[in-house]
C-alpha cells in the first residue's frame, strides 16, 4: 500500500517528485488511445530507475519460452508486447547541461492525469548545481479522435538567468524489454532519416516482421510567437531528432510542440508507411495543437457521457471509479476486432499485453453497458477469427474432430503460456468465451450474431468438452479429470464444480443455439453443417447426454457445491485463522503448503453462482457464499468484485462494500506494491461491476433492463449510464429513491425490485431496504 | 533402439566407427573410479561431434534456476556436476597434419571396454588424404587403486610412410558445461604450468569454491625403448602442456605413456594441492604403467569375485547385467560418506549428477549383497550428515519442531530440484531414505547403527509425516493431501497409497526403534532426547494415533489397493488399447492427457508391495499386479524391474522375465534413443535386483539368507554371489537344482523355498517347478 497521490475528483494528482515512486508514477499516470499505450515516462533526460514504457497495439514478438523441465505440448514462445521505440523524447540542455529530475534539485513538481480530457501535464521548477532554476510545463496526449497521433507541448522558461536553451526533439529505436527472456533486443531499426524540422525512424520486429514507422515534426514558440531557428538533424543508425539552440531571456518561455504519427503494417502496407506516417505528421503540424486537443477531448467528452459513474459522499471512491473507467477506455476503443485488451493493457510489460479470459469474464460486461455493441461484438469476432487456431491447438494436445481449446494467452489465436497447470488445466476459459456470447445476445438483443459468427465457436467449443469429460464406471457419470478452476491455488483436481457447470451449460446453449439458428437461418445453417462436417444428430445426441449425466460435486449436509472433489477432505479454516505475517499467503507460503490448504486465490464456485446467479436459490448463494467467502484469500485482483456482486444480490451489503473497497483503488494506493509494473486493466471492469451489477443489481432479463439496487452506507448517492440496445439509461440511487433517465426518445421496459416500469422520461422508484 | 555393439561375455566392443553413435559411445564406454569418471572421448583430436566430459566426484556447481513462473518456496539453483578440466588429450601431427578420425578415412577401428580389467582400449588406421596411414592403439584406465591417479598409453605407427610425429600431451581447462542454464562457464583456471615433461593446472569452480589441481607426467618409448627427446612447454591461461616431435621410420612405434594425478579440495588443503598432485604424478611416472595395470585390474578381479552374475544360455544377458555391475562400482565404492551416486554416474551431465531417492529405492539393496557393509553404511551416513540441511529444508516449507524433508535432489544436503510436482510433492522419498535404514539393519545385522545415527534421521522424518498429514472430518481419518507418488504421471493427488503406506511404516518403525534404543543403549538414547528436544511421550502418541487411524484408499470389491483418491474415476484402459504411434506418451501425448489418463510412469503400488512385501498375502499382490502391471508404461527406467522381482514372487515368470528384459540392456541397446546424454546408472540395479532378488529370490527373513528361486526358460543357468554378514554365498540355479556355496568358514543360516537349512560349505535343493 502507498498513498501518495491526492483525491480529486477528475484527476489523479502527484505533488512531489519522490524518485522511489517513479516507476508507478510511469504506470498509474499512463495514457493511450486503444492502438497506442504511453508510460508517464519523462520527455526530458531522466538517469533515475524508470521504465520506459511504448506500447503499439497488436504489435508483439514471440519470446522463446523459457522453463526448467520441458513438457510435451508446450507452446514455442510466449507472446510479448513490445516496448516500442521512444517517441517522447526531448532533451533539454540549459547552457549546455542536460536537464535531469534525477540530478537537478526539483524545486515544485506536479504531475496531473486529468481524465475527463485525456490528457497528462506536469509542471516543476527545477535547479541546478549553479542555482540556474528553470520552470516547464508540459502536456500530451494520445489522439483519441486521429489514433496514429500523438502531441506534446513542453515550454521551458529560464526564471533567474538569461541564456542558452538546446532542445533536442527525437525519436530513439534503441529500446529494449525489461522482460526479455534471453536478453534479446525485439526490434531492428531499419530506417533513420532527418531533416531541419523533421525526423523519422522505421523499426521491424524480429521474428514477426512487424513494421512500424515513426514521423515527427515539432514547432517551436518563443513568447508564444513561431521562432525562426536553425536546427540541427542528428542521426545514428537507431536515433533521428533534431537540435535547437535558443537564445532566451530570462523569464522568456520557448515552447516546443512535438508531433508524432505512429503507422504500422496492421493498417498499411510496408512500403507505404513512412509516406502515411510523414503525411499524417505534416497535416498534424498544420492542424496544430489547438484543434488536435479539442478534437481529442470531444472524443473523452462522449466517453463519459456514455459511461461515467458519479458518487456523492466518497470522493476516492469517485475518483477510484473513474480511473477505472478512464483506463479501459484507454486500453481498448472497440474498433478493430484484431485487437484486445491485456491484463496491463498499455501500461507495462508484465503477462505480455496479450488475451486472457479476463476479456470474457471481466471486460464484456463493461463494454456492453458503457458502449455502443458493436464494441463488445467486436471483442467476440476477435475469438471468431481464432477459431481455426483454437482448433489446431486442441490438435496439439491430441483433440480431434474439430474441438476447439481457446488458448489461455495469445496474441494471435495460439496459445503462448507455458505453466502446465494454466495452459492445459484451466480449460474454463473455453466456458468464459462461450457464455460471452450468450451475454452479448441477451444483453444487445443480436440474435442474428449466432448465425454469424458465434455458433461455430460453439460448435467448436462443445466439441471440445464432449472429448474432454470422461465416462467414470465408478460414478456412472461424465467427469472432468485435471483441471484447475478459476482459484489457481488447486492444481490437477477433478470435477471442479465451476468447469463441468460451465461445461455442460456450453453443449446446452449451443444446442439451443442450433435449434435456433436451423429455424431462423436454415441456408446459413447448412453453410455450417457443411462447413464443420457437422453431424447434428450424433454430436447433439452425445451432448445431450453429457449434461444429462454429468458429476457435479455437491455436499447435502452443508447445502453447498463442493469446489471439487475432495476438496471438504482439507483442514477447513477461515482466513481469520490465518496470521498477519502468513498473508500474502502466495509470498510467506510455499507452494505446496497453498496447494494442500483450502484457501481460494480467486472466486471459484462463486465465479459460477455469479454467472448463473438465475439458476440457484438465493438461499443456496447465500449457502455457498457463507462457506466460501471466509475461505477466499482475494489474491487475485479479480476475485473481490464477483465476491462484492454476490454479496449485494444476497444483501450482504456491509460485506459487498468491503469487497468493493478492495478492489476500487487497487492501482491507485497500490494495494499489493506491484503498480510499478503496470495497471490491473481488467481487473478495473471487476470494480465496475461491483458499483453496477452489485450495487445497481443491474441485469438483462427477457430482453428488459432489469435493477436491484442499494446504496452503501457512507455514500449519498450514485449514478450511472448504461447503453442499452438504443437507449442510455442513467440511474441514480440515493438513499431514498432510484430514479431513472431515459436519454433517448425510445420507450425503455425495466424491472425494479422485479416490478416492471416502462421508462419514457424519467421514473422515481422508493429504495427496497 | 540401436544394437552397435559386438556381443561378448565380458568386454563391450565397438569394431567400427559411426560418427552417429560417438555420443552414445562416448557415455557407453565411460570409465570412473569412484572418485572420478570420464566420458570415452577420444586422446587425439576429434572434430565431430562430440560431449566431452570428466567429472569429479562432489564437485559441483549451484546453476541459478531456470523457470517459467516462480514459485514461493523454490530452490535458488540446480547443482550441477561439471565437466572437469580435460586431462586425457594428447593431439597427434602427422607431418604437421593434425589426426582426427572425423577428417582422416578410418581405415579399421575398434573400440572396447574390458569390463573385467576396468579398462577402455582403442585400435583403429587411419589415413590421410596424402595416404599416408598410421595405426593406433591406445588403452586407459581410472586406477581403482589408487583412485587420484589415471593413466593412457598410447602407441601411434606410421605403416606406410617415414616421417614426423609431433605428440602433444596436454590438460585444458577451457571447458564447459552443455546443460548450464545460463551459458556460464563454471570453472576459474587459476594455474597454468609447464616444463619439459611436465605440466599442471589448477582450477576453481564458481560459487562453491572447490578447488582441483591436475598434474600430468608421461614418458615416451620408440620402438619400445626410452626416447630421450627435445620436448616444448606450452601454456596459454587455460591450457598446460608439452609437445614432442619425432622422426619415425616406417613401422616404427612411438608409444606416449601419460599419467596423470588429479587432487581437489574434498580431501587436501588447497595449498596443497599442487604439492601434492606432482608428487602424485611423479610417483606414477616412477612406478610405471605395469605396476599400475596390475594393481588396478587386482582391485576388479576382488570387486568380480563378490559380485559377478553368470548366465549361462543367453550371451546378451551375460553382457548386459556384467555392464550393469560394472558400471555400478565405477561409481561408488562406498569409501567416502560424502559422496552419492547419481543416475547418471560419471557419463554425462543430466539430473546433474546429484542424489536422488535412487541411492536408497535401488542402489541399496545392490550395494548390500554385493560389497562389505561399510559401503551400504556409507550411503546412510551420507543422509545423516544431511539432517540438518534437510530440517532446513523442511523449515522452508513451512514444517517446524525439527521435521526433516530430505531433498529430492541435491549435493549438499539442500534441495536443488524446481519442478513443484516434484520437489515439494514427491515426498515419498522421506519414507525410502527411513526404509533404507531399516533394511541395512535387517540384511546386516548391524542394529547398533540405529543408536549411532538411525533413530536421529528416523525421528526428523517422523516428525514431517505428523506435521504433513492432516485430519479429515469427512472421514474421520488423517490423510496424506497433494502429493506425487512414484508414478510422476499423476501430480497433485490426494491420499497416494504408497506414500499414505510408507509415511505410516515410518511412523510405526521409528516408534519400535525407540524402544530398540531406549533399551539397547540407555545413555546415548537420553543423547539423542536432548540433542532434539524431543518429547516421548507426545510425539510418539501422536504417531501411534495417526498409525491407527491413517486412510488407505483401497478397493474392496476389486479387492485393490487404489494408487490415490480418485483413480478409478479414470478410463480404465490398459496399455493394450494405446496405438503404437502413441507410445512412448511421454513424446507424443501432451502433458494433460497424461496427467489425466489411467497410464502409470512407473510402478507406485507395486513398489510398496514390494517394498512391503511381507506384510500382504500373496493373493493380494497378486490381484494388485494384474489390475496395476496391464496400465504401467514403465517410461521410467525404474519401473519394470520392480515389476519383475514382484512378477517372479508370485510367478508369473514368463512375464518377470519379459519385464527384465525391458531394464537388461537399457542401455546397451540404447532402447530410449538417449544413451548419447550419459547411461542409467541407478536403474542399472534394478536389472540386479531382477534377477538376484526377482528369480533367484532374495530375502533377509529374521536373521537368515532366504531363497526362492525359479529360471527363466531359456536361460541354461545363472549363479550369482552375495555378501552376507561374514560370509559369501554363492548360488547357482539351474533348470534342476539349486547349488549353494560358502565361501567362507562361518556357516550360513538359509531358508530356500521357506524349508531351514544350514549351509557350511556346499549344499543343493531341487528346483520347485
Not at 483525491?7 to 519522490?18: N, T
Request: aromatic residues 12%.
Amino acid at each position: 500500500m502507498n498513498k501518495y497521490l491526492k483525491v480529486d475528483p477528475w484527476c489523479i494528482i502527484e505533488d512531489h517528485l519522490d524518485h522511489n515512486n517513479q516507476r508507478s508514477s510511469e504506470s498509474i499516470f499512463s495514457l493511450g488511445n486503444g492502438r497506442m499505450g504511453q508510460r508517464a515516462n519523462f520527455e526530458e533526460a531522466y538517469s533515475g530507475d524508470s521504465l520506459p514504457g511504448s506500447y503499439i497495439a497488436g504489435i508483439y514478438y514471440p519470446d522463446k519460452t523459457r522453463v526448467g523441465w520441458w513438457k510435451n505440448g508446450y507452446p514455442e514462445y510466449f507472446a510479448k508486447v513490445l516496448n516500442a521505440p521512444n517517441w517522447t523524447g526531448i532533451n533539454v540542455m540549459v547552457d549546455k547541461e542536460m536537464l535531469d529530475l534525477n540530478v537537478w534539485k526539483t524545486l515544485k513538481f506536479s504531475r496531473v492525469l486529468n481524465m475527463k480530457e485525456g490528457t497528462l501535464s506536469r509542471a516543476f521548477t527545477a535547479e541546478n548545481k549553479k542555482q540556474k532554476k528553470v520552470e516547464v510545463e508540459c502536456i500530451r496526449f494520445l489522439s483519441m479522435n486521429n489514433p496514429d497521433l500523438s502531441v506534446i507541448r513542453y515550454t521551458v522558461k529560464p526564471l533567474n538567468f538569461s541564456g542558452t536553451m538546446d532542445l533536442a526533439p527525437y525519436l530513439n529505436g534503441d529500446i529494449r524489454n525489461e522482460d526479455a527472456n534471453y536478453d534479446e533486443v525485439f526490434w531492428d531499426v531499419t530506417v533513420t532519416d532527418s531533416a531541419q524540422g523533421t525526423a523519422y525512424i522505421e523499426a521491424v520486429t524480429k521474428k514477426t516482421g512487424f513494421v512500424a514507422g515513426f514521423a515527427m515534426k515539432y514547432q517551436i514558440l518563443v513568447s508564444g510567437k513561431p521562432a525562426s531557428f536553425g536546427a540541427k538533424a542528428d542521426k545514428t543508425d537507431k536515433y533521428a531528432g533534431n537540435s535547437v539552440s535558443i537564445k532566451l531571456n530570462k523569464g522568456e518561455p520557448v515552447i516546443i510542440i512535438k508531433y508524432v504519427a505512429v503507422v504500422n503494417s496492421l493498417y498499411c502496407a510496408p512500403e507505404n508507411i513512412k509516406a502515411e506516417a510523414q503525411t499524417k505528421a505534416d497535416m498534424a503540424l498544420k492542424t496544430g495543437f489547438k484543434k488536435l486537443y479539442n478534437d481529442h477531448i470531444q472524443v473523452w467528452d462522449t466517453i463519459w457521457q456514455q459511461s461515467d459513474i458519479k458518487i456523492d459522499g466518497d470522493k476516492e471512491a469517485q475518483q477510484g471509479i473513474r480511473f477505472n473507467i478512464f483506463q479501459l477506455n484507454q486500453t481498448y476503443r472497440g474498433d478493430d476486432p484484431g485487437l484486445n485488451i491485456g491484463p496491463k493493457g498499455f501500461t507495462g510489460e508484465k503477462y505480455g499485453g496479450s488475451t486472457y479470459w479476463d476479456t470474457e469474464a471481466f471486460c464484456v460486461p463493461f463494454f456492453l453497458s458503457t458502449a455502443p455493441a458493436s464494441v463488445t461484438r467486436n471483442l467476440l469476432v476477435y475469438r471468431y477469427k481464432h477459431l481455426e487456431k483454437a482448433i489446431e491447438n486442441a490438435r496439439k494436445l491430441g483433440f480431434k474432430d474439430g474441438a476447439a481449446l481457446y488458448p489461455m494467452v495469445t496474441m494471435n489465436g495460439e496459445e503462448c503460456h507455458n505453466e502446465w497447470e494454466i495452459t492445459f488445466e484451466e480449460i474454463h476459459r473455453n466456458g468464459a468465451i462461450a457464455y460471452a456470447i450468450y451475454n452479448y445476445i441477451n444483453y444487445t438483443g443480436d440474435k442474428k450474431y449466432l448465425s454469424e459468427h458465434g455458433l461455430e465457436v460453439l460448435i467448436g467449443i462443445s466439441r471440445f468438452w464432449s472429448q474432454r469429460v470422461s465416462f467414470s464406471q465408478v460414478r456412472k457419470k461424465y467427469v472432468i479429470l485435471g483441471v484447475t478452476g478459476p482459484n489457481e491455488y488447486e492444481n490437477n483436481v477433478n470435477n471442479n464444480w465451476f468447469t463441468n457447470t460451465i461445461a455442460s451449460w456450453c453443449l446446452k446453449y449451443t444446442n439451443e443455439s442450433i435449434e435456433y439458428v436451423k429455424t431462423s437461418s436454415p441456408q446459413r445453417y447448412k453453410e455450417i453443417v457443411n462447413k464443420w462436417s457437422f453431424d447434428e444428430k450424433a454430436e447433439t445426441g452425445k451432448w445431450k447426454e453429457i449434461i444429462e449425466n454429468m458429476h457435479f460435486p455437491v455436499n447435502e449436509e452443508l447445502g453447498i457445491f463442493v469446489q471439487q472433489d475432495g476438496y471438504l477432505e482439507k483442514e477447513l479454516k477461515t482466513v481469520n485463522d490465518l496470521l498477519p505475517g502468513e498473508r500474502p499467503i502466495n509470498q510467506k507460503w510455499s507452494w505446496d503448503r497453498i496447494l494442500r490448504s483450502c484457501f481460494i486465490k480467486q472466486a471459484d464456485v462463486l465465479q459460477g453462482l455469479f454467472i448463473f446467479e438465475n439458476q440457484y436459490e438465493l438461499a443456496t448463494i447465500r449457502r455457498n457464499f457463507d462457506f466460501y467467502e471466509p475461505r477466499t484469500v482475494h489474491e487475485s485482483s479479480l476475485s473481490s468484485c464477483i465476491h462484492s456482486v454476490i454479496a449485494s444480490r444476497i444483501r450482504y451489503t456491509e460485506k459487498a462494500y468491503k469487497l468493493y473497497l478492495r478492489t476500487s483503488r487497487l492501482d491507485l494506493d497500490d494495494y499489493n506494491n506491484e503498480v510499478r509494473e503496470g495497471l490491473h486493466i481488467t481487473s478495473m471492469a471487476g470494480t465496475w461491476m461491483a458499483i453496477v451489477l452489485g450495487f445497481g443489481g443491474l441485469r438483462v432479463k427477457n430482453d428488459k433492463l432489469s435493477f436491484n439496487p442499494l446504496i452503501p452506507r457512507n455514500w449519498t448517492s450514485y449514478s450511472f449510464r448504461v447503453f442499452f440496445r438504443e437507449s442510455i439509461v442513467e440511474v441514480l440511487v440515493s438513499k431514498e429513491k432510484v430514479s431513472f433517465s431515459n436519454h433517448s426518445d425510445t420507450a425503455v421496459n425495466l424491472q425494479v425490485y422485479d416490478n416492471d416500469y416502462v421508462l419514457t422520461k424519467h421514473l422515481e422508484v422508493d429504495i427496497l431496504k
